[in-house]
Nanobody
């Protein structure tokens, strides 16, 4: 069974930074898609960033230039470096991976941005 474990969430002031991590365990096989989603209270879940083989990345317009997604294949881990955080970035952040055995989601990690 594949499990994704997230870490790195927390509370930060506007303009601050956080780095989220998501590590896969279990017999995951090949990973061909990784992404971060977020869901704010009362809003739909939205994709924040994704990364595919070849390390091609894409971002939601709202986070371009502030967030960076990356992956470490050897560790089955991906990261989301978040800088210049804004109150509107407050949400539960979820990682997702598409792999040989299907799609797996992390449990979510809370990010709160406020002064």
């Amino acid at each position: 069974q594949v499990q994704l474990v997230e870490s790195g969430g927390g509370s930060v002031q506007p303009g601050g930074s956080l780095r989220l991590s998501c590590t896969a365990s279990g017999n995951i096989g090949d990973i061909n898609f990784m992404a971060w989603y977020r869901q704010a209270p009362g809003k739909q879940r939205e994709m924040v960033a994704h990364i595919i083989p070849g390390f091609n990345t894409d971002y939601a317009d709202s986070v371009k230039g502030r967030f960076t997604i990356s992956r470490d294949n050897a560790k089955n881990t991906m990261y989301l470096q978040m800088s210049s955080l804004k109150p509107e970035d407050t949400a539960v952040y979820y990682c997702v991976m598409d792999h040989t055995r299907g799609r797996s989601w992390g449990q979510g990690t809370q990010v709160a941005v406020s002064s």
